[in-house]
């Protein structure tokens, strides 16, 4: 039995736990910290209140931990186990356990859990090797990552920048399985289908002129994601052509929503909030902001986009939102502090850009607007998918030490 221990149903999860129990190679059970996102319950960083327009509980085993109900999974204290989880692993049958990283307090009581009930440890984290780390805090962090990478057994990978920063630990290359971040290709791939008749509905809607060049950014307003950066950017492309046709697209919502609008004409304002408008109007780009859009109707923002701009520093670890826009159809430029940088951005058309650089993301839209479309090349959906990670997922607990598995299955347990 594979244990799966994860802070919450993330949107992005759920359609992996899916996959694995359609396969049904490998027996496990999902385990889940807290319950949020199953009811509307407030996004600090979005700024808005909202639960998933998805089903998250459907087609896998899993059960909520006890006190679910209190906890909020982005607080690291307030996320943890509050029952004895080596115990709980025993009475289960358990001979592997999965966490989803080191960034609540649950998933290192896992790791000593693990241990204490014999079990293996895997890990899938998203960090990478990509943001540099100096002085005082990079002897740290290497000493508490030492030690967490020392007592974990199999890592599944999520993506170049994670290999190589499990590499610089000394993690041997048999202990690394390939599972490449991914979104449901599927989902979006027939939701844009769908909607790609309404296409030109949906950008006269939103106010976007027929003949426009529309790059969308889409995610929290909160400065990690630089959605500045791509303001800027068409300032510049504004002030060298003032009749420029591009238009921008804003699909999220968060704490610089007011500077954003600001520097931007806006031709429309979903969420209707009040803005003062830049005192260079000549410059400013016109824009439209779509508010938070779901699950099931962010698709209408890729289909209405001509491409999709992330310009995030090394806070974003891998940005599945490029994931979105390629199974959707739609060409991408990424800052190269992206963790996805160095797997997706290496894809045609290779719009990779230095993070901060406004002048180059300027370069990069003006050649994608000057271009001819360009399709996703097929293999991403392949490389990039769910059952990419499920192979190597049945392989990893294929190789489960043979002892584990006779000890349960002399206790007549899975």
Same mark, same amino acid.
């Given at each position: ?10 949107q ?20 889940y ?9 407030q ?9 998933w327009?998805l089903d998250?509980?459907?087609?896998y ?16 204290w307030?996320c943890?186990?509050r029952?004895?989880?080596?115990a709980?692993?025993?009475?289960s049958g ?45 002897n740290v962090?290497?000493?508490?990552l030492?030690?967490?990478f ?10 170049t ?6 590499e ?7 202990q ?12 979006f791939?027939?939701q ?8 030109a ?10 003949g ?19 303001v ?13 046709q ?9 704490e610089?929503?007011?500077?954003l609008?600001?520097?931007?004409s ?44 992330l310009?995030?520093? *090394?806070? =974003? +670890?891998?940005?599945?939102?490029v994931?979105?826009?390629?199974? #959707? $159809?739609? &060409?991408?430029?990424?800052s190269?502090?992206?963790?996805s940088a ?6 045609p058309?290779?719009?990779v ?9 300027a ?5 994608l ?7 996703i ?11 990419h ?5 049945c392989?990893? *607990?294929? =190789? +489960?030490?043979s002892?584990r598995r006779?000890?349960?299955?002399? #206790? $007549?347990? &899975?």
């Open positions: 039995m594979l244990i799966i221990l994860t802070t919450h149903p993330i992005y999860q759920v359609p992996l736990w899916q996959a694995l129990a359609k396969d049904g190679r490998v027996p496990f059970e999902v385990w910290m807290s319950n949020h996102g199953i009811k509307p319950s996004d600090v960083e979005f700024g808005t209140k909202f639960a327009d998250m509980l459907e087609g085993p899993h059960q909520f931990l006890k006190g679910a109900d209190a906890v909020h999974p982005a607080k690291f307030d943890r186990i029952e004895n989880l080596a709980k692993l025993r009475a358990a001979t592997a356990l999965w966490i989803q990283g080191w960034q609540v307090a649950g998933y290192w009581q896992a790791v000593l859990a693990a241990r204490s009930a014999g079990v293996e440890l895997w890990l899938r984290g998203e960090s990478n090797d990509l943001a540099p780390s100096r002085g005082w805090k990079k962090k290497r000493q508490v030492g030690w967490l020392g007592r974990v057994d199999k890592f599944l990978s999520i993506g920048g994670n290999r190589r920063l499990y610089s630990y000394g993690v041997r290359p048999s690394m399985f390939s599972a490449p971040y991914c979104v449901d290709n599927t989902r791939q027939q844009a289908e769908a909607l790609r008749p309404k296409r509905q949906l950008r006269r809607a939103w106010g976007i002129p027929e426009a060049f529309c790059p969308l950014f889409c995610g929290k307003f909160i400065p990690k994601k630089r959605p500045m950066d791509l800027l950017a068409a300032q510049i492309l504004r002030k060298s052509d003032p009749n420029s591009i238009h921008l697209l804003f699909a999220g919502s968060g610089l929503g007011p500077e609008r600001s520097a931007c806006v031709a429309f304002d979903a969420e209707s909030l009040s803005v003062q408008r830049s005192a260079f109007n000549v410059q400013s780009p016109p824009a439209s902001f779509l508010g938070f859009l779901n699950q099931t109707r962010v698709s209408e923002a890729y289909v209405a986009a001509d491409c999709l701009v310009p995030s520093d *090394y806070g =974003e +670890t891998w940005g599945l939102v994931n979105e826009a390629m199974a #959707s $159809g739609l &060409p991408c430029i990424i190269d502090h992206c963790g160095p797997d997706l951005g290496s894809r058309p290779n719009l850009f230095p993070c901060g650089d406004s002048q180059l993301l370069a990069r839209l003006q050649r607007a000057s271009s001819t479309m360009q399709s090349p097929e293999n991403m959906l392949v490389d990039y998918s769910f059952d990670t499920v192979r190597s997922v392989k990893a *607990y294929s =190789e +489960t030490p002892e006779e000890i349960h299955s002399q #206790s $007549g347990r &899975p």
